[in-house]
């Protein structure tokens, strides 16, 4: 059954976690000071309020109903949603520990007579300090996971707080008991001051990519990373093989290494985790200029590629099969029959799919 989501406020984010955040999470965002960790947590208040009929109360352990306002008002209007009685704004006092067990009760209450569904804390640095034991801070951190996230059905984000020049938020084990751990941070780079979101963790969601920059301008936006157009048609361009080099079947890469691959070597293609290129970019124009030629190619698939991926796009470009050999995994139990070009590893024994595949290759290369 689909984990039914509740947006970030972010409408560019949203496609990159399912949707947005898992209903009724509880989500950490840290970051050091000015990394807009109150604007996130107030767009997601203000988005869920204005588009989507969620009330939302934002409770302040540090600054009062004024200063908020004077933050935020400049993105959002949320006067106009707190007179709708869509939002409420709590100032929390912070001192003795009861004094804390009371601000959560308060807050309790005020959910469930609004009805609120989206709940911000700022912030969890703030009450962990007035207490004297990080047991004390993750036993109320625990609390409002169990009162307020699961029994009430709120979404809420809680801020935790890094202080300058330091690499980690003063959590007190939150960071384990929450749903979501979102990472703000900035640098600079060449002169240039640089925004940077990192999803840590998101449970019940594939992250298929957690880093993104992002900008504070009219908002809390991300940077959709540019990916190329991944769906090749047509047939790839073939550049004869030299006597001393093997073509990518790229022009331009080719120049980059002198014309190509040198004949019995070994080229490692590494990607870095901040490169989104779709590996068969470059896989397939290299197999295509290989096939087109008459050169035999077996492919073992690298991890994210299927052997029904690989071969659809290998005949759409309408090139010859007889010399081509996809490797297959299957489990033990699966069925091994499978069309000539795909080369099925039974999964019994490591020796066997070993012998299994260079006896092919051998084969090939005669």
């Not at 091994?336 to 024994?349: E, F, M, N």
Request: hydrophobic share 40%; charged share 25%.
């Amino acid at each position: 059954m689909p984990i039914a989501r509740v947006s970030t406020g972010d409408k560019e984010l949203d496609p990159y976690v399912e949707g947005g955040f898992p209903r009724g999470s509880l989500i950490l965002v840290c970051g050091e000071p000015g990394t807009g960790k109150s604007i996130f947590s107030a767009q997601f208040i203000y988005d869920g309020a204005v588009n989507y009929d969620e009330k939302g109360i934002y409770v302040s352990f540090g600054e009062d109903r004024q200063t908020f306002y004077n933050n935020v008002e400049r993105f959002y209007n949320f006067r106009k949603i707190e007179g709708e009685d869509k939002f409420c704004f709590m100032e929390m006092m912070t001192g003795q520990e009861a004094m804390i067990a009371e601000s959560l009760k308060a807050l309790l209450e005020r959910i469930r007579t609004m009805e609120a569904k989206r709940v911000v804390i700022d912030s969890f640095t703030t009450f962990a300090q007035a207490v004297e034991k990080p047991i004390v801070a993750r036993s109320l951190l625990h609390t409002i996971l169990s009162k307020i996230v699961r029994k009430e059905g709120c979404t809420t984000l809680i801020i935790g707080d890094i202080p300058l020049g330091e690499k980690k938020a003063i959590l007190c084990g939150g960071e384990f008991v929450a749903d979501g751990v979102i990472i703000l941070r900035r640098k600079m780079h060449e002169e240039r001051l640089i925004r940077e979101l990192e999803i840590f963790k998101l449970r019940g969601t594939r992250l298929s990519k957690p880093r993104f920059v992002y900008t504070l301008e009219n908002g809390f936006h991300i940077f959709p990373p540019t990916l190329p157009e991944t769906k090749l048609t047509g047939v790839c361009e073939v550049i004869p093989h030299q006597p001393s080099r093997y073509s990518t079947g790229i022009r331009d890469l080719d120049n980059i290494l002198t014309e190509g691959f040198i004949p019995g070597g070994y080229e490692l293609l590494e990607v870095d985790e901040d490169v989104g290129l779709p590996l068969e970019l470059l896989l397939v124009p290299l197999i295509s200029n290989f096939l087109s030629q008459g050169y035999p190619v077996i492919i073992l698939p690298p991890q994210g590629i299927s052997v029904n991926k690989m071969a659809e796009v290998l005949k759409d470009m309408k090139l010859p099969m007889d010399n081509l050999k996809i490797v297959d995994y299957r489990f033990e139990t699966e069925e091994t029959s499978a069309p000539p070009y795909v080369l099925p590893l039974s999964g019994r024994s490591i020796i066997e799919d070993t012998t299994r595949f260079w006896t092919a290759t051998l084969q090939m290369m005669k």
